[in-house]
Each structure stands twice: as C-alpha cells, then as structure tokens.
C-alpha cells in the first residue's frame, strides 16, 4: 500500500523516479508526487495516477540527480492534491513521503498544536514530518538524529523517506512494518518499496529491515539501528528479469498473467516434484515435517486470494494428512485472543509477503510458541523472514492488482505439502500418491489447454458483461473457487457477485434467483458431481441463467446450461488450479469491455501493508 521510490546519483532524478512509480503503482494509486532537490526542495504532487501527474508539470523545472516519489493509497484524509505526498515541513525545508500508518498522530498533532504549528493536509505524514523538524530545531542536531529520536515516540507501520534542503544529495530512510529495498549502483543509489524501479539500473539490493535507518548518499550507504549502531547491510541479488514486470505485447498485467500460468505453476514444481522417483524436496518444509505430521491442527491464516488458497488446502490436508485444520482471515485471527496450543502448526499464506494483518497475526500465533511455516511468492519479504520455514511459490512479479498466477502457485504448494506430509505419516497409499503426483505434473499442460478457450471466454464476457449482480456456486474443493470467481468479477468488473457453497444456496441466496441473474456453477467431475447437478436444476426450475466450468465430455451437464466453459478432467483435489483459469478469464474480460481498469481497480490496492 503506497509505492515509494527514491534515487540520488549522477543521473537526472525525475525520470528514473517516475518510472519507478509506473512500476509501484499498483500499491496504490490515489494520488502522486515526486519532491526534487537541487538547492532547494522543489514539491510536485497531485490527485490521480502518476500520468496525470506527469500532465500536469510539463514544462516545470524538474531538473535534479536526488529526489522522492510516492504513489498513495489513501489511509488519512481524502485521496485529494493536499493530501497528496511528499509532504514538506513547516519550514519548507524538509520533504518527506511515507507508506504506512502513524498511530498516535493524534496526540503528536496536539502537542505541535500546541506549540503553534498548523497543518495543510488532514494526514499523519504531515504531523510525523513536521515532529521530525521540531526536534531537529529544538536539538540543533542532524536530520538523521531527529529521526531517529522521532521514530522512538512513533506508534504504528511505516516506510519514510526525508529529504533535507541542508544536506544536498541525501536521503534518510527508515522502516518499520512496510517494505523497503535499496539497490546498489555505481555512485547511485535507488530506492523502493520492491525491486521493481531499480531492476534496470542493478541487481544488487539489500532489504532494509525493521528499526533500521538509512543515510543514503550516491556513493555511501550507512544502515544503523534506532540505537546508533552501525549495521553490515547485507547485500542480495536479484534473481528477476526486466521482462517479468513488463507487458511484453499483453494488454494488461493481468492478462499476461492469467496466461503465465503453466510456465509459473511448472516453475512452481519444477526441483521439487519428482513423478517418477516419486518424491517432494521441499528443503524449507522438510525440518518441520515431523512437527507438522504430528500436528494437532494445521491453522492456515491470509487474507483476499490467498485467504481462498488456503480454502482449497483445508479440504487437501484433512484428506491427504487427516489433520485437522482451520483457515482464519487474519484480520479475525489476530484480535480475538486465538488459543494456539502447543503442537499447532501455523501456515500463512501471502504473495505479497507484506499484508499487515497476515504479519501482525504470524507474530501473534509465534509469540504463543506456534511453527510459522511461509506459502509466500516475494522472495525476502516480511512474511517470508518472519517464518519459520516454509515454501516460495516461484510465480514471479504479480502485478495486476487482481490476485491470479500466485493463486494457481499457492495451491500447487500447498498441494505438495499436503502430498508430502501425508506420504511421511503414511497416511496415502502408494498408488494414490503415485498417481497425484503424476496429475500435478500434468497441471500446467492442462492449463494450457485451458487459456485456448479464452476467445471463447471473450464471447461470454460480451454476453454477461451488463448483468448487475452474479452468484457463484461450488462445492467441495470447488467451493472455494466459486469464492474466488466471484471476487475477481466484483474486483475487476464492478459487477456485485456472491459466492456460496452450492448446497447453502438453498438457505438464502435462491430468493435472488429470477431469468436475469447469471448463476456460475463450479461443476467439475468430482465427487459431488451429482448433487451439484441437482442444485444447477434447482436453479433452472427457477429460470436463472446457467453458466458453468465443467469437465471435458460432460455433455449431460452442458445439455442443462446456458453457457459452459470446458476445462480437462483432473483428480478433484488438483481440480482447482484449472476450474479457476476460466472464472479469471471471464472476470479479466467483463471487466474490459465494461471499460474498467482492470490492472487498478478503484480503491485497492495490492500489497495491503495497513490494517
Ligand atoms: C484479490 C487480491 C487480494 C489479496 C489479499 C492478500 O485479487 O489480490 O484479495 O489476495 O490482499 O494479499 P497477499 O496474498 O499479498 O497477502
């Protein structure tokens, strides 16, 4: 939530800056700003998204080598050009722009009251910014100082960015709860929320962690903690390609990345699985794999998409392993007190690796003695140093906003989990786990086979694409497809859109029912074929439309439908990963040709780093 980028070195700032916040902008993108500083601070900033930012400051001087940009998503005060970072300071000599939440503003914006400051925005960054100048003033110490002793008295998550007018060249920097990544260059250095803006200038980054402050000039980079200690930054390399976070001739992210699915689900399983050995190497499952097969209850926590995933792996593991597991929003989780007993095994399930509530509920579980074991896409991510052990989903860079390739990874990882732990604890027969290896091998062909069908999609799209309102329904592990169908057609599409368990329907939703209403079945051959071909006749009788995902050569079922779409048969627990492809099509295509911005949504955000 919040992009923020920074760069100081030889070249001009502005450019690389807002190319930066193109990149980011699918953290947020209610208004934009760039701070340039060449003598003096020169702010920019305005309502909308980067471009109309650009727009608006042809012709402006905007020629400097250090600056700051931040693309927002709005927390405190409305998404409007005061609100808008960077923020300057009462003095107008310091800039800063910020990702995250100051939860004691409040009482910080009383005491400045006080002591006669006013504000121009209704945000906490303002209020944290102008704290930072008072104590500057009142010291006579440095920037850096300031901060530091600033951010001892700040309550809540965040990324800052300063630049200070006295102190040419610089960038100060601090983290705590919101990511920060600063790459390496020769004389330059380059800041972001991900790698993602410095990708074409280095390779080498060093992730900043919790209470560490950063003093950033083009050819010095000093990392220390809150206590004034020097720290070794730890330098990584990127292992991501520039092609990865660009279109490459696709229309959209999300489309781009719909159709990388079988190359990402087969990186997914590519070292690990082994159909004809018949093994799993998961090396960051392995050391906990006696504690998870003898655990109590598996806890899943997420949130959106992930939340889903870990849907379809609740109904995986108590198969497979005959645990016993519960999925929690973390939202929910983190706030009730949750009794964690000893031998619970947690798995939070991310692609970002950043989601606020999924953090804040791992250390919750963590801090009453649970095994926190990562499902995570971005390699270094909160989430994933946090964890105990764990299993990257390798889907790459998911940029459009609308959660897609790292859904199909999750749910092969998970997938491979549960394979592994229930062949350890024996609770598989040979053949059977021989022969789902052999299906999840098989997966990302099968999706491919999927995605041929999307013209096809297409013409649905253009068909429902005026519905107001849509009811997804599925059961067993399709179940928690339907959900997610119908959160991506309500996220891209704007269009309302309910999923339920087939069977439940019955209990409400089927008063909704009438011939305009489009009802989406999840109706792969599984085995509970049968009873949800009886709830699709329930919905004929009552002369809903009938749209359905169903198997291959499932020509009694098409016989009762309005529309199908066709995805090959597959043993019912890796069925979602294919039923999935067709919902996230269609949603993907309603979406465009109802004209909607399908890779930024209104009011979302990607990585959602506040609660
Ligand atoms: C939906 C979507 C969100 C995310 C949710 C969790 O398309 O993208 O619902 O799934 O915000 O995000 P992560 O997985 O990054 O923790």
Redesign the pocket.
């Known amino acids: 939530m919040c992009g923020i980028v920074g760069y100081t070195g030889p070249r001009e700032a502005y450019p690389v800056i807002i190319k930066g916040l193109k990149r980011l902008e699918y953290r947020g993108y209610d208004s934009t700003g760039v701070a340039l500083q060449n003598g003096g601070l020169k702010v920019y900033k305005k309502k909308g998204k980067v471009a109309e930012l650009e727009d608006s400051i042809v012709g402006k001087d905007l020629h400097a080598h250090v600056g700051i940009g931040h693309t927002r998503w709005a927390t405190h005060g409305e998404p409007n050009d005061r609100n808008a970072h960077p923020h300057s300071s009462a003095s107008g000599k310091l800039a800063m722009i910020h990702n995250g939440i100051i939860e004691n503003y409040a009482q910080l914006k009383q005491e400045l009251l006080k002591k006669g400051y006013s504000f121009k925005s209704d945000t906490d960054t303002e209020v944290l910014l102008n704290f930072v100048e008072d104590i500057k003033t009142n010291n006579h110490c440095s920037l850096e100082e300031a901060v530091r002793i600033a951010l001892k008295r700040v309550v809540g998550a965040y990324v800052i960015l300063l630049l200070d007018e006295e102190t040419p060249g610089t960038i100060i920097a601090a983290r705590k709860g919101s990511p920060l990544v600063i790459g390496i260059g020769k004389g330059e250095h380059f800041l972001g929320s991900d790698a993602s803006p410095m990708l074409e200038y280095t390779k080498e980054v060093v992730y900043v962690n919790d209470y560490e402050l950063a003093i950033i000039k083009p050819d010095e980079l000093i990392l220390k903690n809150l206590g004034n200690e020097t720290i070794t930054p730890y330098v990584q390399k990127l292992d991501i390609e520039l092609a990865a976070i660009e279109k490459v001739g696709y229309d959209h992210f999300m489309l781009k990345e719909i159709f990388e699915q079988p190359q990402t689900i087969y990186d997914c399983l590519r070292g690990r699985l082994d159909a004809i050995a018949g093994t799993i190497t998961m090396s960051g499952i392995q050391q906990y794999s006696g504690q998870i097969m003898n655990a109590n209850r598996i806890v899943i926590i ?7 995933a870990g849907l379809v792996a609740e109904y995986i593991f108590e198969e497979l392993c005959r645990i016993n597991v519960e999925v929690e929003y ?1 939202s929910e989780f983190r706030y009730r007190n949750p009794v964690i007993n000893k031998g619970d095994v947690i798995i939070a ?7 606020a509530d ?1 953090l804040v509920a791992i250390e919750t579980a963590k801090a009453k003695g649970a095994i926190i074991l990562g499902v995570v ?2 390699v270094g991510s909160s ?1 994933a140093r946090v964890s105990h052990g764990g299993a990257y989903t390798h889907a790459g860079p998911e940029i459009g ?4 390739k ?2 199909t990874a ?1 749910l092969a990882v998970l997938t491979m989990i549960a394979l592994k732990v229930a062949h350890d604890k024996g609770s598989i027969d040979k053949e059977r786990y021989m022969h789902l290896l052999n299906e999840l091998h098989e997966i990302p062909q099968k999706v491919s086979k999927v995605l041929e069908s999307s013209e096809h999609i297409k013409r649905l799209a253009e068909k429902y694409k005026e519905a107001s309102d849509a009811l997804y329904l599925g059961r067993g592990y399709n179940f928690a497809v339907a959900l997610e169908g119908a ?2 057609l309500k ?1 891209i599409s704007y269009i309302h859109a309910e999923g339920y368990p087939a069977a439940e329907m019955k209990h409400g939703p089927i008063a909704l029912v009438d011939e305009n209403l489009p009802v989406v079945f999840v109706a792969t051959k599984d085995s509970y074929h049968e009873k949800i071909v009886s709830n699709m006749q329930e919905i004929k009788a009552r002369k809903g439309k009938l749209i359905a995902v169903i198997s291959e050569g499932d020509d009694y079922t098409a016989a009762l439908c309005n529309d199908v779409m066709v995805v090959p048969e597959a043993d019912e627990i890796l069925a979602p990963m294919l039923s999935v492809i067709p919902l996230q099509l269609l949603a993907y295509y309603i979406g465009v040709a109802k004209g909607c911005d399908v890779d930024k949504p209104r009011n ?1 955000a ?3 780093t506040v609660e």
């Open positions: 997420a949130c959106g998409t992930s939340w889903h973390a399930i991310s692609q970002s690796g950043e989601t999924t896409n971005v989430i906003v609308a959660s897609t790292a859904f999750q959160l991506k996220e979302l990607k990585s959602v």
